[in-house]
């Protein structure tokens, strides 16, 4: 398997951010990770990226530890919530930047480049400097850095950050076409979730540092009825991500503002 955990858990003093969580993720798989804040998506996400270990248990990330450095960097594609680029950097030398760092040959990054950015739809913007580019494109650019190696695992933490309606669909059939034309496994940690259950042919839904739930998105829909209760095959039309999410966290239906009559 591209990924794999294994009875893991790590401690931060007296919190148990993380309590014999075991997952693992195949080839040309997606897999949606989703929580409440605390439920220590965070924490899995610096383990798969190598920026700590685990107290107990294991993780394999493209068949190497973390932790490994260069093997790592090259198997593995990183999207942080985050991106920060120098602003007087056009977007093509800041991807010359990461190919180097991330071990693309000299001999093959000037093509690697340029076929990465016309792949996330910046070739005519390849030579601009970023501090030009919308929201909608530094998030692109971002997405190329972790693409630029080819990596065999793609880890998106919060990929629709910071995106209007219409740069949410435009990542969203980004990604889409991505997995299906290749054999990469992604995971896509989200709060949106309607992100998640478009994207994703997996979920894991973490609560206190345990998964909770964990299936498809249609053997989780159909788990669940959009009362909390257990739905039958014929019921799980209407049930949405959302439903799931909240019977396996125990929370409560969000409050209608409608102003429907009793």
């Given at each position: 398997m591209p990924l794999e955990i294994d009875d893991v858990t790590v401690r931060y003093g007296d919190v148990t951010a993380l309590n014999g969580v075991s997952l693992s993720v195949?080839?040309?798989?997606?897999?949606?990770?989703?929580?409440?804040?605390?439920?220590?998506k965070t924490t899995?996400?610096?383990?798969?990226?190598?920026?700590?270990?685990?107290?107990?248990?294991?993780?394999?990330?493209?068949?190497?530890?973390?932790?490994?450095?260069?093997a790592v960097r090259e198997a593995v594609g990183y999207l942080p919530e985050a991106s920060g680029f120098r602003a007087a950097l056009t977007g093509r030398e800041v991807l010359r930047f990461h190919a180097r760092l991330r071990g693309v040959p000299e001999s093959a990054r000037r093509e690697r480049v340029a076929r990465t950015l016309a792949t996330v739809g910046l070739a005519d913007a390849a030579d601009r400097p970023v501090g030009d580019y919308s929201n909608g494109m530094a998030r692109r650019l971002?997405?190329?850095?972790?693409?630029?190696?080819?990596?065999?695992?793609?880890?998106?933490?919060?990929?629709?950050?910071?995106?209007?309606?219409?740069?949410?669909?435009?990542?969203?059939?980004?990604?889409?076409?991505?997995?299906?034309?290749?054999?990469?496994?992604?995971?896509?940690?989200?709060h949106v979730l309607s992100v998640v259950?478009?994207?994703?042919?997996?979920?894991?839904?973490?609560?206190?540092?345990?998964?909770?739930?964990?299936?498809s998105v249609a053997d989780l829909r159909?788990?669940?009825?959009?009362?909390?209760?257990?739905?039958?095959?014929?019921?799980?039309?209407?049930?949405?991500?959302?439903?799931?999410?909240?019977?396996?966290?125990h929370a409560e239906p969000p409050v209608s503002l409608g102003g429907e009559s009793a």
């Open positions: 195949a080839d040309g798989e997606t897999l949606g990770l989703v929580g409440t804040n605390g439920a220590g899995l996400f610096r383990l798969l990226v190598g920026h700590e270990s685990p107290d107990a248990g294991s993780v394999q990330v493209a068949g190497h530890d973390p932790t490994a450095g260069p971002g997405l190329a850095t972790a693409l630029v190696a080819d990596p065999d695992v793609l880890l998106l933490d919060e990929p629709t950050a910071g995106l209007d309606p219409n740069g949410v669909t435009a990542f969203d059939r980004l990604v889409g076409a991505l997995a299906e034309r290749t054999d990469t496994t992604v995971v896509v940690c989200s259950e478009r994207l994703c042919d997996r979920v894991a839904v973490l609560e206190d540092g345990v998964v909770r739930e964990r299936g159909r788990s669940v009825g959009s009362d909390g209760a257990p739905a039958a095959d014929d019921t799980s039309a209407g049930t949405t991500l959302d439903d799931v999410f909240r019977d396996a966290v």
